[in-house]
């Protein structure tokens, strides 16, 4: 089932990566039997109280797909799969996998805006949700998406209170006798593993949706990889924290990592290190993820924290720019080793090894998952750098897409002719093959990890009558790393306060994550020659001065 919109690698590199067995030919759906045959008892998902085993989890998510199925959905069909930490998102993806449903992975905090322009993007068929999560009514917010957007989506609920015309996915994917059976038909359907499993989001630097398509191809292997230099095994239990749908705890190595090697996967709902901590002392967490952020306050919490945490062997870091201080005190703070991972939803990933020296696991982002990755360092001309020397890195491999999905005029922009994929980061390469990541040149605003594009803000905040002009730039934060500062000009007689930036923004339906938390007015912005805002010149201002 080809998708349009999908942009595929040329031939000879596909032959090129099936040759070096970095494609398998295995869709997801099929490998999830293979850990059930292996694991059947073993525990895969805690959640809670709630505990599923291997074999359960496979056949939970096969009735799941066939039930799915019975509501209409087919393979080549996109459902936005919006979902806290639980055990109910691994069931829902592992039975869209199954299934050839390609998942758009939402996140909780995302609101009208996102999955409305997402899901018309992707033509949603359906829309996963909680009934509620954090004090927030995600069906009504679901139902009022689903009724805006062409062909009317079916909104599926994970909860207690499924309203009527909505379908309860717990009552879906209750496993019966039919299961080896099952089985089969599924198997006789299975998608094709060159098929589009999954769409990640993109962080972006446009207002447009950016969603990037991983094929069960390339996903499975981004997974081996990602174990492999994790050192995961049977005996690992990876504590889940950040948003299950990032790909950095889905797949880096992450969820699927963890299920990949018959590991167990504890699930929470969030990174307050109170519940990290006593999740660790009573699971026997032996590996976690985490961005710099959030390590940082575990580390200073960690201390008077009263719990056992001798299980922890590996925190993973990585998402934003973890400075080599803190990445010192992590490990003693919290009795473990970490390693650095610089990765992308657009593929590449990085890892420094799990037992690195201090200088690589301190000081550098880690080394390629493949040795099919690809890794090119231009200047902003496009040349090569020297050896060494810093500049924009662009890469290619096996688990990088060639494009992003129904968007061929942004393509043009991301990717070369070549196919290599512009990552918008600064780095230099050490010469024993270890990335570190200098700066950036892609606009946008890296709040813990979360993503932000500048121009999706600016697009939304041009429309309120007062703003003549508008730049949103990063402004550095000790806490998270950068939150979004505005940078406006106004029309004249006219004011405006954050509130208001605030209240506008949340009335369009855009994620609480992404509202500004800093303004500042100015008679006029600095330009660049060809007449665009200076956000150089703006970000100095935030780093020099109080602006004013
Ligand atoms: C500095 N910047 C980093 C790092 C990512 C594993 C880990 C992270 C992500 C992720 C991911 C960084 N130091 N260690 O998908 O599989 C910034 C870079 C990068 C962008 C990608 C994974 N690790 N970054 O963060 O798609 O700017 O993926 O290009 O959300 O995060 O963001 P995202």
Redesign the pocket.
């Known amino acids: 089932m080809k998708r349009e919109g999908f942009v595929p690698w040329p031939a000879d590199m596909a032959r090129r990566y099936t040759e070096a067995d970095c494609w398998r030919g295995r869709p997801l759906g099929s490998l999830m039997w293979d850990w059930a045959d292996a694991w059947a008892d073993r525990t895969a998902v805690v959640d809670g109280d709630h505990r599923l085993g291997y074999a359960e989890l496979a056949a939970s998510a096969d009735a799941l797909a066939e039930r799915l199925a019975g509501q209409g959905l087919a393979g080549g069909d996109t459902v936005l799969v919006q979902l806290p930490n639980c055990w109910e998102f691994v069931v829902v993806t592992l039975a869209c996998f199954r299934l050839g449903v390609a998942p758009v992975m939402m996140l909780p905090p995302h609101r009208e805006y996102e999955l409305a322009s997402i899901g018309a993007h992707v033509d949603a068929k359906a829309l996963i949700v909680p009934d509620d999560w954090r004090g927030y009514d995600h069906q009504d917010l679901a139902r009022r998406v689903a009724d805006k957007l062409p062909g009317t989506p079916l909104v599926l609920v994970v909860g207690d209170d499924v309203r009527p015309g909505n379908v309860d996915v717990r009552a879906l994917l209750r496993p019966d006798a039919d299961t080896a059976a099952r089985r089969g038909r599924l198997d006789d359907a299975a998608p094709d593993a060159t098929d589009v499993a999954l769409f ?4 972006g630097t446009t207002g447009l949706p950016k969603v ?1 398509s991983r094929t069960h191809n390339d996903y499975e292997y ?1 997974i081996r990889r ?1 174990a492999a230099a994790c050192a995961l095994t049977a005996e690992t239990v990876y504590l889940t924290v950040l948003p299950a749908g ?3 705890p ?3 190595p ?1 969820i699927l990592g963890t299920l990949s090697v018959g590991g167990r996967v504890v699930l929470l709902p969030s990174p307050r290190p109170e519940a990290v901590f006593e999740a660790i002392e009573r699971d026997g967490v032996t590996t976690t ?1 985490a ?2 952020a959030v390590a940082l306050k575990w580390t200073e919490a960690a201390a008077t924290c009263g719990r056992d945490l001798s299980s922890l062997r590996h925190v ?7 400075s080599p201080e803190l990445a010192a005190r992590i490990g003693p703070a919290l009795g473990c080793r970490i390693q ?7 593929g590449l ?2 890892y420094t090894d799990p037992d690195a020296p201090d200088e690589v696991a301190h000081g550098t ?2 080394a390629p998952v493949s040795p099919y990755d690809e890794l090119l360092v231009v200047d902003a001309d496009g040349t090569p750098v020297r050896p060494g020397a810093i500049g924009e890195l662009l890469t290619r491999g096996p688990y990088t897409p060639r494009g992003y999905y129904g968007v061929p005029d942004q393509n043009v922009l991301s990717f070369t002719p070549d196919g290599w994929y512009r ?3 600064q780095v230099r390469i050490t010469p024993q093959g270890h990335v570190v ?1 200098c700066g ?1 040149v ?1 606009d ?1 605003i ?1 709040r813990g ?3 932000i594009a500048a121009g999706e803000i600016e697009t939304l905040v041009q429309e309120m009558p007062q703003v003549a002009e508008v730049a949103a730039v990063p402004a550095p934060d000790p806490e998270v790393g950068e939150r979004v500062c505005l940078f406006v000009r106004l029309h004249e007689g006219r004011t405006l306060a954050l509130e208001d930036v605030a209240a506008a923004l949340t009335a369009r339906g855009l994620a609480a994550f992404k509202i500004p938390e800093r303004l500042e007015v100015l008679p006029d912005l600095p330009h660049t020659p060809v007449g665009k805002p200076d956000k150089k010149v703006l970000r100095d201002l935030l780093v020099t001065t109080t602006v004013r």
Request: neutral net charge; hydrophobic residues 35%.
């Open positions: 990640l989001l993109s962080g990037i981004n990602s990032h790909n950095y889905l797949a880096s992450g993820s961005v710099p993973h870091i990585g998402g934003s720019v973890l650095q991972v610089y990765g992308m939803a657009e990933i990085c982002q880690g990552t918008g980061d990541v950036r892609k946008l890296n990890g979360e993503k």
